[in-house]
């Protein structure tokens, strides 16, 4: 939501915004850019409003949705409110179960150092961009970029909503069972790929046979990467096989679209990667947003390239997703233990942020799971004695979860702590 926010500013918009809180970090850079921020109670809805955005996580008997609704204002789903910024631009639209925010920023990095000015808009800051202050506000926060050349978008399934995209081109870096099933899944990503005009970026091995005119469809392992392709941890900042692929699956657009592949390639060498996937904070502690089994499982892959031991954090984002993802969660973290046993895995209370939710497994009652299967996995209620535990044990600590904002300052309070123990 923030980055439509943003964009929205950024494009002429007066813009407001609510939340059930405002006082973070991220708020007080919004405020720079001129967005009103208002308690989430109805009260920053008024007759002068022309809409009201939201996105998928919003209740319908939100107040903000209710006053809107009373006051005959229009609604717009935060997917379509992006679209209408996108009209009359060429647009690339980054979409999959993982990788979204890696590929979207990096592709975009790639764009600015070819001087091709892009918009941006990425799920999560991009390093490169993120407080570098001046006058270009935004890029304090690092998850847009306002040009005046193509677009290029991070886009989401999830919710559907990247069916509102009609994109120039796009990139799919993988399908996964996450929020549906995997036939349903095909059936939406087929139809993402329908509305693409131009080249589309397939995983491997493609699922559709056959091109229609005028279009391109080309899978990320067709050919093997040209000499020199970097690949994470040479010739790259990012570590890990995934974020290998990410770069490649990258590349393999700037390449389809004819641009110079050694400046891409230079580029690549200086992108320092996504705020919390995989964000380094001193020598001991790494960050990560993983959250879905496929996405545990690469970070816990991506990290045991760092280090031979450490131990785990995971703080599950929701009830519904820990449920829904069970069989799967325990799956990567049993593959985590009997790879490294002598690694603990530490998991949280399940991040609550309010709204109707059906609790229908704790996080205790993951762990119990975990143990029976053989993990030594413990439960944590807080930070406090999480903290306390993890300086006992004195690995380097990979921390996981999304959602949450306390996590990555927990992150960083605890990287300061371990580099005196």
Not at 90 to 111: H, M
Not at 146 to 173: M, N, R, V
Not at 365 to 387: R, T
Not at 389 to 401: C, D, Q, S
Request: glycine fraction near 8%; hydrophobic fraction near 40%; include cysteine.
């Amino acid at each position: 939501m923030n980055g439509v926010a943003q964009l929205a500013a950024l494009a002429g918009h007066t813009v407001t915004g609510s939340d059930r809180a405002c006082s973070t970090e991220l708020f007080q850079a919004l405020k720079i850019l001129g967005i009103q921020i208002s308690p989430q109670d109805g009260s920053g809805i008024t007759k002068q409003t022309d809409r009201v955005v939201y996105s998928t996580a919003i209740e319908s008997d939100n107040p903000d949705i209710q006053q809107s609704r009373l006051l005959g204002i229009p609604l717009f789903h935060r997917a379509e409110m992006l679209a209408e910024l996108c009209e009359g631009n060429e647009v690339i639209a980054v979409a999959g179960t993982a990788g979204k925010s890696t590929v979207t920023g990096l592709l975009g990095y790639i764009f600015e150092q070819l001087g091709k000015d892009p918009t941006v808009y990425c799920g999560a800051p991009v390093l490169n961009w993120k407080r570098r202050g001046g006058e270009d506000t935004a890029s304090t926060i690092g998850t847009v970029r306002f040009g005046s050349g193509p677009w290029i978008i991070e886009a989401y399934e999830s919710d559907k909503s990247f069916l509102h995209f009609h994109p120039s081109h796009a990139i799919i870096t993988n399908i996964a069972e996450d929020h549906f099933e995997l036939k349903e899944l095909y059936d939406l990503f087929d139809k993402f790929e329908d509305q693409v005009s131009g080249t589309v970026i397939q995983p491997s091995p493609p699922r559709r046979s056959g091109t229609p005119p005028g279009r391109e469809f080309i899978s990320s392992s067709d050919s093997p990467p040209m000499e020199g392709w970097p690949k994470a941890g040479v010739g790259s900042l990012l570590v890990g096989k995934h974020n290998t692929e990410n770069i490649h699956t990258a590349l393999k657009l700037c390449q389809a679209l004819d641009l110079d592949m050694h400046k891409c390639i230079q580029a690549v060498a200086s992108f320092k990667g996504i705020e919390r996937r995989l964000e380094r904070h001193g020598e001991n502690v790494i960050d990560d947003f993983a959250h879905s089994p496929i996405k545990i499982a690469a970070a816990l892959q991506a990290v045991s390239e760092v280090w031979p031991k450490f131990n785990a954090v995971w703080r599950p984002h929701g009830f519904s997703p820990l449920s829904q993802g069970l069989e799967g969660l325990g799956e990567a973290f049993q593959n985590f233990s009997h790879a490294y046993p002598t690694c603990k895995v530490f998991i949280l209370p399940v991040y609550y942020a309010g709204g109707t939710v059906e609790k229908k497994i704790t996080s205790e009652a993951f762990v119990e799971l975990l143990q029976a299967a053989g993990v030594p996995a413990e439960f944590v209620e807080d930070f406090q004695p999480l903290e306390k535990r993890l300086l006992e044990e004195t690995l380097p600590v990979l921390l996981m979860g999304a959602r949450d904002p306390e996590l990555p300052k927990f992150a960083r309070r605890l990287a300061s702590k371990l580099s005196k123990v």
